[in-house]
Nanobody, 123 residues
Framework: QVQVVENGGDSVQAGGSLRLSCTAS????????MGWFRQSPGKEREAMLC????????SYADSVKGRFTISRDNSKNTLYLQMNRLKPDDTAIYYC????????????????WGQGTQVTVSS
């Protein structure tokens, strides 16, 4: 059974840092591209970063470049998002995405989704 679970969301002051994790099971994790998306109230879900099985990364959101870093540990079936220098505009629900295909490509267009984890950044 496919299961995708995000953890690490919290309330933090502007300028702070958070590290999100996503643990996935029920499929061959090591052959899947993985990604982080986020969605703020009234806005569409936004792709931020995608990481391929070999660790190579694609970036999509200019607003997080240089501040957010995606990584994965295939031995632990875990995806990470390190978020630094957080801003109030980063407030959103953050979602982990697992590519439904085994192509090992980015971007992810059809995904298994986690439930999301809330990140709130106060000014």
């Amino acid at each position: 059974q496919v299961q995708v679970v995000e953890n690490g969301g919290d309330s933090v002051q502007a300028g702070g840092s958070l590290r999100l994790s996503c643990t996935a099971s029920g499929f061959f994790f090591s052959v899947k591209s993985m990604g982080w998306f986020r969605q703020s109230p009234g806005k569409e879900r936004e792709a931020m970063l995608c990481i391929k099985p070999d660790g190579s990364v694609a970036s999509y959101a200019d607003s997080v470049k240089g501040r957010f870093t995606i990584s994965r540990d295939n031995s632990k079936n875990t995806l990470y998002l390190q978020m630094n220098r957080l801003k109030p505009d980063d407030t959103a629900i953050y979602y982990c995405a697992v590519d439904q295909s085994s192509w090992g490509r980015c971007p992810i267009t059809n995904a298994y989704w986690g439930q999301g984890t809330q990140v709130t950044v106060s000014s």
